[in-house]
């Protein structure tokens, strides 16, 4: 997923950043979050593991439909994530919107 981020912030280190992220890289963002300034976020959107499935009669997690509600449930999340007081001055808040690679 594509996540391109502009804001005036001052605690952001560039203004406008696009970086590209995995379901996985979500699933790490909430877990540091919720480690590291014991911040509750709304729970992220399912794994999609019966999409997974064989012979299902469409094209299962490259379906676009199912994309596009991924896409936006991922985008609310970070919205929520983002807009929180206490996340905005998290490191791990910054690596995930702006450094091209995250390293766990």
């Known amino acids: 997923y594509e996540i391109r981020v502009k804001t005036n912030l001052p605690i952001f280190k560039s203004k406008e950043s696009t970086v ?13 979050l919720e480690r590291e300034s014991k911040i509750v976020v709304t729970p992220l959107p399912g794994k999609a593991r019966l999409r997974q499935l064989p012979f299902r009669g469409d094209d ?16 609310r999340y970070i919205n929520k ?24």
């Open 60 to 75: 299962g997690i490259f379906d676009d439909s199912f994309i596009e509600e991924r896409k936006q449930a991922l985008e």
């Open 81 to 104: 994530a983002a807009g929180h007081p206490l996340a905005q001055n998290t490191r791990r808040l910054h690596i995930f919107l702006q450094d091209e690679v995250i390293d766990k």
């Open 20 to 32: 590209r992220r995995r379901y996985s890289d979500f699933e790490w963002l909430r877990n540091e």
